[in-house]
Protein backbone atom coordinates (compact mmCIF):
# COMPACT_ATOMS: atom_id res chain seq x y z
CA UNK A 1 0.00 0.00 0.00
CA UNK A 2 1.76 3.48 -0.94
CA UNK A 3 1.30 6.16 1.56
CA UNK A 4 -0.78 9.25 0.12
CA UNK A 5 -0.14 12.82 1.36
CA UNK A 6 -3.43 12.80 3.58
CA UNK A 7 -2.20 9.67 4.98
CA UNK A 8 1.50 11.53 6.17
CA UNK A 9 -0.58 14.06 7.98
CA UNK A 10 -3.22 12.00 9.99
CA UNK A 11 -2.20 10.88 13.43
CA UNK A 12 -4.05 8.28 14.60
CA UNK A 13 -6.65 8.43 17.34
CA UNK A 14 -5.35 5.81 19.69
CA UNK A 15 -1.83 7.14 19.01
CA UNK A 16 -3.14 10.65 20.54
CA UNK A 17 -5.41 9.22 23.44
CA UNK A 18 -2.26 6.90 24.55
CA UNK A 19 0.20 10.01 24.73
CA UNK A 20 -3.39 11.96 26.51
CA UNK A 21 -3.12 9.24 29.47
CA UNK A 22 0.74 10.00 29.88
CA UNK A 23 0.02 13.31 30.05
CA UNK A 24 -2.34 13.11 32.45
CA UNK A 25 -0.42 10.13 34.85
CA UNK A 26 2.19 12.48 35.03
CA UNK A 27 0.30 15.55 35.90
CA UNK A 28 -1.01 13.60 38.62
CA UNK A 29 2.32 12.23 39.79
CA UNK A 30 3.89 15.90 39.55
CA UNK A 31 1.17 17.27 41.63
CA UNK A 32 1.14 14.50 44.14
CA UNK A 33 5.31 15.33 44.43
CA UNK A 34 3.87 19.40 44.97
CA UNK A 35 1.43 18.43 47.49
CA UNK A 36 4.22 15.74 49.08
CA UNK A 37 6.98 18.76 49.20
CA UNK A 38 4.21 21.41 51.05
CA UNK A 39 3.09 18.77 53.23
CA UNK A 40 7.07 18.22 54.01
CA UNK A 41 7.65 21.77 54.92
CA UNK A 42 4.34 22.25 57.18
CA UNK A 43 5.44 18.97 58.94
CA UNK A 44 7.38 20.00 62.58
CA UNK A 45 9.77 16.88 62.48
CA UNK A 46 11.17 18.23 59.28
CA UNK A 47 14.90 19.60 59.81
CA UNK A 48 15.10 23.90 59.84
CA UNK A 49 17.55 23.65 56.86
CA UNK A 50 15.39 21.66 54.84
CA UNK A 51 12.83 24.38 55.28
CA UNK A 52 14.63 27.22 54.61
CA UNK A 53 16.22 25.28 51.26
CA UNK A 54 12.61 24.23 50.49
CA UNK A 55 11.52 28.02 50.82
CA UNK A 56 14.52 29.31 48.83
CA UNK A 57 13.12 26.73 46.31
CA UNK A 58 9.58 28.00 46.22
CA UNK A 59 10.88 31.96 45.72
CA UNK A 60 13.35 31.01 43.08
CA UNK A 61 10.64 28.85 41.35
CA UNK A 62 8.44 32.14 41.55
CA UNK A 63 10.52 35.34 41.43
CA UNK A 64 10.65 36.90 38.26
CA UNK A 65 14.20 37.54 38.18
CA UNK A 66 16.37 34.20 36.74
CA UNK A 67 19.83 33.43 36.07
CA UNK A 68 19.36 33.35 32.37
CA UNK A 69 16.31 35.43 31.35
CA UNK A 70 13.26 33.75 29.59
CA UNK A 71 13.50 35.87 26.75
CA UNK A 72 16.71 34.14 25.48
CA UNK A 73 14.64 31.12 23.06
CA UNK A 74 15.01 27.87 24.87
CA UNK A 75 17.90 28.16 27.14
CA UNK A 76 15.78 30.50 29.12
CA UNK A 77 13.33 28.10 30.55
CA UNK A 78 16.08 25.19 30.15
CA UNK A 79 17.92 26.52 33.45
CA UNK A 80 14.38 26.81 35.41
CA UNK A 81 13.97 23.30 34.23
CA UNK A 82 17.60 22.27 35.38
CA UNK A 83 17.80 24.27 38.46
CA UNK A 84 14.50 23.60 39.91
CA UNK A 85 14.58 19.36 39.17
CA UNK A 86 17.70 19.60 40.90
CA UNK A 87 16.50 21.13 43.71
CA UNK A 88 13.36 19.04 44.31
CA UNK A 89 15.87 16.23 44.27
CA UNK A 90 18.22 17.86 46.97
CA UNK A 91 14.91 18.69 48.72
CA UNK A 92 14.03 15.06 48.60
CA UNK A 93 17.49 13.89 49.83
CA UNK A 94 17.39 16.27 52.77
CA UNK A 95 14.06 15.48 54.37
CA UNK A 96 14.23 11.62 56.30
CA UNK A 97 12.42 9.09 54.19
CA UNK A 98 9.87 8.19 56.98
CA UNK A 99 8.83 11.64 57.13
CA UNK A 100 8.70 11.93 53.37
CA UNK A 101 6.77 8.53 52.68
CA UNK A 102 4.25 9.63 55.38
CA UNK A 103 3.42 12.97 53.59
CA UNK A 104 3.80 11.13 49.94
CA UNK A 105 0.46 8.70 51.71
CA UNK A 106 -0.68 11.80 53.03
CA UNK A 107 -0.61 14.02 49.48
CA UNK A 108 -2.12 10.29 47.88
CA UNK A 109 -5.28 10.50 50.22
CA UNK A 110 -6.05 14.14 49.58
CA UNK A 111 -5.23 13.74 45.84
CA UNK A 112 -7.25 10.51 45.87
CA UNK A 113 -10.37 12.41 48.05
CA UNK A 114 -10.44 15.66 45.44
CA UNK A 115 -7.77 18.19 48.04
CA UNK A 116 -5.37 19.08 45.62
CA UNK A 117 -3.61 22.09 44.96
CA UNK A 118 -6.25 24.41 44.53
CA UNK A 119 -7.51 23.88 48.57
CA UNK A 120 -4.28 23.97 49.55
CA UNK A 121 -3.52 27.18 47.32
CA UNK A 122 -6.70 29.02 48.78
CA UNK A 123 -5.89 27.96 52.54
CA UNK A 124 -2.18 29.54 51.92
CA UNK A 125 -3.86 32.79 50.73
CA UNK A 126 -6.07 32.77 53.37
CA UNK A 127 -3.17 32.01 56.24
CA UNK A 128 -4.76 28.97 57.45
CA UNK A 129 -2.37 25.62 57.95
Known amino acids: MKATISDAGSIPAASIKVKNNRFKEKTKKLEREILTLYYAFKDVEVPWYSKVFLGMVIV ?65 LRGNS
Not at 75 to 96: C, F, H, T, W
Not at 100 to 110: G, P
Request: glycine share 4%.
Open 60 to 124: YALNPIDIIPDFIPAIGYLDDVIIISAAVYVSYKMIPKKILDRCRIKASENQASGLAISSISSAS
